[in-house]
């Protein structure tokens, strides 16, 4: 049976689709429709088989990402959500580190808790820092709490007691009582959501999940019966923030694991390009509606993070969001995307975002109410963009209503006209993606001018060049498919399962039995996983043991074959595990013991079904030059213009503009742009700015 | 190049100089076993030149600690030249007047070598929970009561152990394993970041730092100049009182805006005191101008240039510029109080940029248990010996535009360890630690709340408090018609009140009370926000 796989992604502002059969790849964008996103969905999947004539049985997966789940954390609409947990703590989510994420800052601001503190009730009964019960969890005191929960009108609540990663016994039974007396009402476990130590990260994460958690819920059933009743019968996977993915059913128990998921589909696209095309260190640049993201890709690989901060709060600042523990793509997102408003500060600075004008009302020229003006706006005004780009997607473009924004918004306030006042908001814009990357390179310390830049997203091919101006690098790539990049990356994850156990187990204790009993469970609920996700594919199994000297806080992971184990091996792992660290810090230490802290493993299903290449292609009348906002002289200049498609190997000097489907590839002056290997296209700085 | 590419690269050094410090630290907490550096993240990190200006550093730890690593660098050197080191050499040194303020705190100065020449270090200053004597605390006499010295020398040579100075430190601690490999780790953290160092230079097409560091040092300098010729030259003088030992003590601070620096006086200031509660000059000059930095050029970052702007003058013999061999392990509780001094001044100069007060001092709970304590009451306790110190921060000071933040260290620069990494280190249970309802003074911006501790044993064994806490006797006041903060409190459950400092011995199945205080109000409280009001009630945190 051949493989025909729909990948869908739902930003903020449009919602990407990307079909692929053996014959190649479709694309299609719509406008998101925030209210009911599953109306979007179910309208696009309709119009991308009718286009491919394919019958909906006929598909045989569809793989999901939204920021659902992102947006109601930012924006703060969420369940009426409390939180359950030991006497005498109710202000964990409060208090935080107690610490200052920049020293000398004295108007930093701390991110507000997603739950307030008067649905915030603590409930007496204690275990130990090793699960012992040191004081029995109340019930009557639940009974009591069940009936104000209610009266509160709680739809959904996060259980999470001190020390439950240990012992999630009180967990589980206070779910036991409060269950059958709030019907309807939703629990999060902080001894499931996020089983680690340091009740902080803990309870945050499952406070989070909690919020989110009725509303994702209520949405993939909506999503599930819609996609039945168009025929469609395939398997529905969500796409998760670490780039792997998950039945739907994981995604309605833990919903905080799609937080970022678009973007990190984007990475996913974007490292599989960087593979393909031999890069060893790229800047992964994906610009929608809403936001800009930016990733570090090194040897293929996107990096990874244990956590993740959601809703930073002052400035993006690292420490001023809310914790998230779960494993993620580490990238940086910011409010700068097409949709993003325009507005003049007080002290007469232009300001860019992160308020988005979205899908609805959308930037002004989209004439459906929106008067401030927005980045859109601005690349019209400018030439960067036409009318026609938005062809096909439903959207009416009035360029008459942009350049009334733009003077009325930044023109009027700045004295400046239409023009100037669209090329100064261009510029702000992309000097904060340029700061967004710097600061993200600067956090790990690597340097950006040898990196080609890698641009997708609906809005990526038109900023990347001044970017890349900006941050010194010479070399952009603009992909295919580049419009819905994170819905073609969505098609390339694998079928991944990962889980671990804590242990505290010194390896002059190891106990080689206990140690091939959990390594059985654990293959046995991860093979199944991944057997249901890829049926019939081959499965290559990882085992990673997490050690360190006992007191240490570092715990490094070493990597170990995958079979039982007898207790004669624990000499050969302390020898395994002194050299890992005496390859890290010169030498090893002796005398401290060794422990093992966890066991983890990591099934994935081998090979994915390659992308096909994209097919579908832009064709439609364009005259041979347009007319182009130039840097240089501040003035409309002719530019040559061309259909992707009719893009070679030979180079075409910048100014110009490339025209493709959902996306506009802006060459400016001093950049040459030309096809390369896989029909991708390279633009590269030639520093004749004239 | 052109010249604005020239400015690229040179922003991307300067990037990834910081990067690396922060790397430093971050290593630090990874390989360090004590907790207050793992968890807490008590520790400063940074990178200097050949001649001991200090070029960058993490932006974690404490002002205490960062600021007097940048006095110690050159003392080390001059008493090991650099000329004198070899590839592999590590410098180490706990001397209070040397490096920041008392034996608690280790420095560990690194050479890093390119091509066989010096180009820089890297040092870091870690707090050493256990370096034998009494433990920490005011009581000692003198500084000869408060634990191990260890004069300046070299740690290792050329990549080898100094076995004989291992065993002398072993000898005199009471968790030898640990010490060790604590040290250890501070000297892999900066031979880690020597070599991200080295190959970033290479690879940035750089001999040295020499040209850049100079760079640096002059814009940071420059950028400080500016900001404080926008500043009226004036000056102002503020007085604060503390409880201390027994009788209260004062700090007088001068502060003097002049045509490229700004100076701060202590004239005035209390004289020394008997108990362990002195500042060397390097701590208290840390401490001060962290105060006038985080008004000041605040977003400059912190390094020798930036810092050459800020002079700190204290009289030789007042309490915060001792001579040997005075006590001074608990010196933070004075010391932490130094910003207010200036923040004081200040207000006064910039009335609309300058938060109310706070509850400065850190409340740092150190235990200790098993038979060292036991022996003293009858019963049969089993425990072993255990020593632990975890940080609870009070309320901040209102902000000019803003709330004051709760439960949030100021000026300290460290975090709270969480409850469940604090009861798998030692055997004791915290029954409570929430917000302290009441605790915040009023204003148009309310100041942070502090927090409510209950806390025993897990066994209910007897454990001996080492205390150390301030504004149990002066609350932190308001500014421009706020009201003052709460005061910090701590008692037995049973009702007998333990002392704010020093060491006491609590008996067996006792709960011990810290009510920690809270920050003061900013404007007058008739103009407070009333939605703002009523959602403090609301949640439990005002009556009403």
Same mark, same amino acid.
């Given at each position: 049976m051949s493989e025909i796989r729909i990948g869908i992604d739902v930003g903020g502002t449009f919602t990407d689709f990307a079909l692929a059969t053996p014959g190649g790849l479709r694309t299609l964008k719509l406008p998101t429709t925030p209210r009911a996103p599953e109306r979007a969905i179910l309208d696009g999947v309709q119009q991308i088989l009718r286009e491919a004539a394919i019958a909906p049985e006929a598909v045989t997966g569809i793989v999901h990402g939204t920021t659902l789940a992102t947006n109601a954390i930012i924006s703060r609409h969420g369940a009426r959500t409390a939180l359950v947990t030991t006497e005498g703590f109710r202000d964990v989510l409060a208090m935080g580190d107690e610490g200052r994420f920049d020293q000398y800052d004295i108007t930093i601001v701390k991110p507000e808790p997603l739950i307030p503190r008067w649905w915030r009730y603590g409930v007496p009964e204690r275990l130990a820092a090793d699960g012992a019960v040191l004081l029995p969890l109340d019930e009557q005191a639940l009974h009591a709490l069940a009936r104000t929960l209610r009266d509160e009108r709680i739809e959904s609540v996060a259980l999470c007691f001190l020390h439950a990663h240990v012992n999630p016994a009180h967990e589980r039974r206070a779910l036991e009582v409060l269950q059958p007396l709030l019907p309807g009402v939703l629990f999060s476990l902080s001894s499931e959501v996020s089983p680690e130590i340091g009740?902080?990260?803990?309870?945050?994460?499952?406070?989070?999940?909690?919020?989110?958690?009725?509303?994702?819920?209520?949405?993939?059933?909506?999503?599930?019966?819609?996609?039945?009743?168009?025929?469609?019968?395939?398997?529905?996977?969500?796409?998760?923030?670490?780039?792997?993915?998950?039945?739907?059913?994981?995604?309605?128990?833990?919903?905080?694991?799609?937080?970022?998921?678009?973007?990190?589909?984007?990475?996913?696209?974007?490292?599989?390009?960087?593979?393909?095309?031999?890069?060893?260190?790229?800047?992964?640049?994906?610009?929608?509606g809403t936001t800009a993201k930016i990733c570090l890709i090194d040897k293929g690989v996107p990096r990874r993070s244990p956590s993740f901060e959601m809703a930073r709060e002052h400035m993006h600042r690292q420490g001023s969001g809310l914790p998230a523990r779960i494993p993620v793509i580490d990238l940086v997102e910011i409010g700068a995307g097409g949709g993003s408003l325009a507005r003049v500060d007080a002290q007469r600075r232009l300001q860019v975002g992160p308020e988005s004008a979205g899908s609805d009302p959308g930037p002004a020229c989209y004439a459906r109410g929106g008067t401030q003006p927005a980045v859109t706006d601005a690349n019209l005004q400018l030439g960067r963009l036409a009318p026609e780009d938005f062809d096909g997607s439903g959207i009416l473009i009035d360029p008459g209503l942009a350049t009334q924004a733009l003077e009325a918004g930044v023109g009027a306030p700045l004295a400046l006209?239409?023009?100037?006042?669209?090329?100064?908001?261009?510029?702000?814009?992309?000097?904060?993606?340029?700061?967004?990357?710097?600061?993200?390179?600067?956090?790990?310390?690597?340097?950006?001018?040898?990196?080609?830049?890698?641009?997708?997203?609906?809005?990526?091919?038109?900023?990347?060049?001044?970017?890349?101006?900006?941050?010194?690098?010479?070399?952009?790539?603009?992909?295919?498919?580049?419009?819905?990049?994170?819905?073609?990356?969505?098609?390339?994850?694998?079928?991944?399962?990962?889980?671990?156990?804590?242990?505290?187990?010194?390896?002059?204790?190891?106990?080689?039995?206990?140690?091939?009993?959990?390594?059985?469970?654990?293959?046995?609920?991860?093979?199944?996983?991944?057997?249901?996700?890829?049926?019939?594919?081959?499965?290559?199994?990882?085992?990673?043991?997490?050690?360190?000297?006992?007191?240490?806080?570092?715990?490094?992971?070493?990597?170990?074959?995958?079979?039982?184990?007898?207790?004669?091996?624990?000499?050969?792992?302390?020898?395994?595990?002194?050299?890992?660290?005496?390859?890290?810090?010169?030498?090893?230490?002796?005398?401290?013991?060794?422990?093992?802290?966890?066991?983890?493993?990591?099934?994935?299903?081998?090979?994915?079904?390659?992308?096909?290449?994209?097919?579908?292609?832009?064709?439609?009348?364009?005259?041979?030059?347009?007319?182009?906002?130039?840097?240089?002289?501040?003035?409309?200049?002719?530019?040559?213009?061309?259909?992707?498609?009719?893009?070679?190997?030979?180079?075409?000097?910048?100014?110009?503009?490339?025209?493709?489907?959902?996306?506009?590839?802006?060459?400016?002056?001093?950049f040459d742009a030309r096809t390369i290997e896989g029909g991708h296209v390279l633009l590269t700085y030639t520093g004749q700015e004239g | 190049?052109?010249?604005?590419?020239?400015?690229?690269?040179?922003?991307?050094?300067?990037?990834?100089?910081?990067?690396?410090?922060?790397?430093?630290?971050?290593?630090?907490?990874?390989?360090?076993?004590?907790?207050?550096?793992?968890?807490?993240?008590?520790?400063?990190?940074?990178?200097?030149?050949?001649?001991?200006?200090?070029?960058?550093?993490?932006?974690?730890?404490?002002?205490?600690?960062?600021?007097?690593?940048?006095?110690?660098?050159?003392?080390?050197?001059?008493?090991?030249?650099?000329?004198?080191?070899?590839?592999?050499?590590?410098?180490?040194?706990?001397?209070?007047?040397?490096?920041?303020?008392?034996?608690?705190?280790?420095?560990?100065?690194?050479?890093?070598?390119?091509?066989?020449?010096?180009?820089?270090?890297?040092?870091?200053?870690?707090?050493?929970?256990?370096?034998?004597?009494?433990?920490?605390?005011?009581?000692?006499?003198?500084?000869?009561?408060?634990?191990?010295?260890?004069?300046?020398?070299?740690?290792?040579?050329?990549?080898?152990?100094?076995?004989?100075?291992? /065993?002398? =430190?072993? &000898?005199?601690? @009471?968790?030898?394993?640990?010490? +060790?490999?604590?040290? *250890?780790?501070?000297?892999? #953290?900066?031979?880690?970041?020597?070599?991200?160092?080295?190959?970033?230079?290479?690879?940035?097409?750089?001999?040295?730092?020499?040209?850049?560091? /100079?760079? =640096?040092? &002059?814009?940071? @300098?420059?950028?400080?100049?500016? +900001?404080?010729?926008? *500043?009226?030259?004036?000056? #102002?003088?503020?007085?604060?009182?503390?409880?201390?030992?027994?009788?209260?003590?004062?700090?007088?601070?001068?502060?003097?805006?002049?045509?490229?620096?700004?100076?701060?006086?202590?004239?005035?200031?209390?004289?020394?005191?008997?108990?362990?509660?002195?500042?060397?000059?390097?701590?208290?000059?840390?401490?001060?101008?962290?105060?006038?930095?985080?008004?000041?050029?605040?977003?400059?970052?912190?390094?020798?240039?930036?810092?050459?702007?800020?002079?700190?003058?204290?009289?030789v013999g007042s309490i915060l510029n001792v001579t040997r061999p005075n006590p001074v392990s608990a010196r933070h509780i004075i010391g932490q109080f130094l910003p207010e001094a200036v923040l004081g001044c200040l207000a006064?100069?910039?009335?609309?940029?300058?938060?109310?007060?706070?509850?400065?001092?850190?409340?740092?709970?150190?235990?200790?248990?098993?038979?060292?304590?036991?022996r003293h009451f009858p019963g049969d306790w089993q425990g072993p010996a255990w020593e632990t110190l975890f940080f609870n921060a009070g309320g901040g000071g209102a902000r000019p535009m803003a709330d004051g933040l709760s439960t949030t260290a100021f000026p300290s620069g460290v975090r709270a360890m969480p409850v469940e990494v604090v009861e798998s280190h030692a055997p004791i249970v915290l029954w409570k630690k929430e917000l302290r309802p009441g605790s915040a003074g009023d204003g148009t911006f309310r100041g942070g709340y502090g927090q409510s501790i209950e806390l025993a044993t897990r066994d209910g064994s007897p454990v001996a408090l080492f205390a150390m806490f301030d504004r149990t006797t002066v609350q932190a006041q308001g500014r421009q018609g706020g009201t003052a903060g709460a005061m910090g409190a701590l008692g037995l459950a049973s009702g007998q009140p333990l002392q704010p400092k020093g060491v006491q011995i609590v008996g067996p199945g006792e709960r011990l009370r810290f009510e920690v205080p809270g920050g003061a109000g900013f404007g007058d409280p008739a103009l407070r926000d009333p939605q703002a009001r009523a959602r403090d009630r609301h949640s439990g945190l005002e009556p009403g």
């Open positions: 009740e902080y990260a803990r309870f945050s994460t499952t406070a989070a999940n909690a919020f989110v958690q009725p509303q994702v819920a209520t949405y993939l059933d909506r999503l599930e019966t819609g996609l039945a009743a168009l025929g469609l019968t395939a398997p529905v996977f969500m796409f998760l923030s670490n780039g792997g993915l998950c039945h739907l059913d994981l995604a309605r128990r833990f919903p905080i694991r799609l937080v970022e998921s678009g973007p990190a589909g984007g990475a996913v696209f974007a490292a599989q390009l960087a593979r393909d095309l031999g890069e060893e260190a790229i800047l992964a640049f994906d610009m929608g006209d239409p023009l100037a006042a669209a090329a100064a908001l261009a510029e702000v814009v992309e000097e904060q993606m340029a700061g967004a990357a710097r600061e993200h390179a600067r956090e790990k310390g690597v340097d950006l001018r040898p990196r080609p830049i890698i641009a997708f997203g609906g809005g990526g091919g038109v900023h990347a060049a001044r970017i890349a101006r900006k941050l010194g690098a010479t070399r952009v790539i603009v992909p295919q498919g580049a419009g819905i990049g994170s819905a073609i990356g969505f098609l390339q994850a694998q079928a991944v399962y990962e889980l671990s156990r804590s242990v505290a187990m010194p390896l002059s204790a190891f106990d080689a039995g206990r140690y091939n009993r959990l390594y059985a469970e654990m293959a046995a609920e991860a093979g199944a996983f991944v057997t249901a996700a890829a049926p019939g594919a081959q499965q290559v199994a990882q085992r990673t043991l997490f050690l360190r000297y006992k007191g240490q806080g570092q715990t490094l992971q070493i990597p170990v074959e995958d079979a039982d184990l007898t207790d004669q091996d624990a000499p050969r792992l302390h020898a395994l595990f002194q050299s890992h660290y005496a390859a890290l810090y010169k030498r090893a230490l002796e005398r401290i013991p060794v422990e093992i802290v966890a066991l983890s493993l990591r099934v994935a299903a081998e090979g994915t079904a390659p992308t096909p290449a994209v097919t579908d292609r832009l064709d439609r009348p364009l005259p041979e030059t347009a007319m182009l906002y130039d840097l240089t002289t501040g003035a409309m200049v002719p530019a040559r213009q061309i259909l992707r498609a009719d893009l070679g190997p030979r180079p075409l000097q910048g100014p110009a503009l490339i025209k493709d489907k959902g996306t506009t590839i802006h060459v400016p002056r001093g | 190049m052109n010249p604005a590419q020239d400015e690229i690269r040179f922003q991307v050094i300067w990037s990834n100089l910081i990067a690396i410090v922060e790397e430093q630290a971050r290593t630090l907490m990874r390989t360090a076993f004590s907790p207050v550096v793992r968890d807490s993240g008590d520790l400063s990190a940074a990178l200097f030149d050949r001649a001991g200006n200090m070029l960058a550093q993490a932006q974690t730890g404490t002002p205490g600690h960062v600021n007097s690593t940048v006095a110690a660098v050159p003392q080390m050197l001059a008493v090991h030249p650099a000329e004198t080191l070899e590839e592999g050499d590590h410098l180490i040194t706990n001397d209070p007047w040397i490096a920041s303020g008392h034996v608690h705190d280790i420095t560990v100065t690194s050479p890093v070598f390119k091509d066989g020449q010096v180009i820089g270090f890297f040092a870091c200053t870690c707090h050493q929970l256990d370096i034998g004597g009494r433990g920490q605390g005011p009581d000692g006499a003198s500084v000869f009561e408060e634990g191990l010295a260890i004069p300046v020398m070299k740690l290792m040579r050329k990549g080898v152990v100094n076995d004989d100075l291992m /065993a002398m =430190i072993r &000898a005199n601690v @009471r968790t030898p394993d640990e010490v +060790e490999a604590d040290i *250890l780790s501070y000297v892999a #953290a900066n031979e880690a970041s020597a070599q991200v160092l080295v190959e970033a230079v290479a690879q940035l097409g750089l001999t040295d730092l020499e040209a850049v560091g /100079a760079e =640096i040092l &002059a814009r940071s @300098r420059a950028a400080m100049i500016a +900001e404080i010729r926008k *500043l009226p030259k004036t000056s #102002a003088s503020n007085t604060i009182t503390l409880d201390a030992f027994g009788t209260p003590i004062t700090i007088t601070c001068t502060l003097t805006i002049g045509e490229d620096e700004v100076l701060l006086d202590f004239a005035g200031t209390s004289p020394s005191h008997p108990k362990g509660i002195n500042l060397v000059y390097n701590y208290t000059n840390a401490y001060a101008s962290f105060g006038a930095r985080c008004i000041i050029g605040a977003s400059v970052p912190n390094n020798s240039g930036s810092l050459s702007t800020v002079r700190v003058v204290a009289p006064q100069i910039l009335p609309d940029k300058v938060p109310a007060e706070g509850s400065a001092g850190l409340w740092g709970i150190q235990l200790r248990g098993g038979p060292e304590v036991a």
